[in-house]
């Protein structure tokens, strides 16, 4: 089974995509690739700059969701939202193919320094996805990632590495039934 990660953000130090390639440590049978959002950069949509290309970035990111199996997306939050640089690349893809995540059984997560864990944006996406070909299985929030998560222990409270760990195991097994 190819795993396909990403976090939802362009920030270079993005704790998402930590928290992405920490999930995808969970996956040690199978083949994982984590994708930097930077390498898919697009220019800011708009349907002016729509009539002149799609850019090939766009193009690439879809092909890159295509090889999936499964997908493991972390959702970083800016202003209770999704980040402007996912945002961004997503409206691109979705002007080449509406159904974005294309039925891949998805484990959606999210976190930030805060005490919410960027529940917002997860909560958006688990509305938003759906109609964009996403199959989101299996969710779970790391709040306060910079008290909650060691770069190499990974999450450190017991209770909440538990739960982290149990949401995994429900997404291989339902995974495989698919
Ligand atoms: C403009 C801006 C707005 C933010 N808004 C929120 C917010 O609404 N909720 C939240 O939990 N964190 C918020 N944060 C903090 C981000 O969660 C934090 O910067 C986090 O590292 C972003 O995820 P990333 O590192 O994966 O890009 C905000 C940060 C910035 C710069």
Not at 68 to 73: F, G
Not at 153 to 162: A, F, N, V, Y
């Amino acid at each position: 089974m190819k795993v396909i990660g990403f976090g939802a953000s362009i920030s270079t130090t993005s704790i998402n995509k930590t928290f992405t390639s920490y999930a995808l440590g969970f996956f040690p049978e199978d083949e994982v690739e984590l994708l930097d959002l930077n390498d898919f950069t697009v220019p800011l949509f708009s349907v002016d700059c729509e009539r002149e290309n799609c850019p090939v970035e766009a193009k690439a990111f879809l092909t890159k969701l295509k090889e999936a199996d499964v997908l493991v997306c972390s959702m970083a939050e800016h202003n209770r939202n999704w980040t402007v640089g996912f945002k961004n690349l997503f409206d691109w893809c979705s002007r080449l193919e509406l159904k974005v995540f294309q039925e891949k059984p998805m484990l959606l997560l999210s976190t930030s320094p805060g005490g919410y864990g960027a529940q917002n944006s997860l909560n958006i996406a688990k509305t938003i996805f759906p109609a964009f070909g996403g199959n989101i299985i299996e969710t779970f929030t790391l709040p306060k990632f910079h008290e909650n998560f060691d770069a190499t222990k990974g999450i450190i409270p017991e209770d909440l590495r538990e739960t982290f760990e149990h949401t995994v195991e429900r997404f291989k097994q339902e995974v495989r039934k698919i």
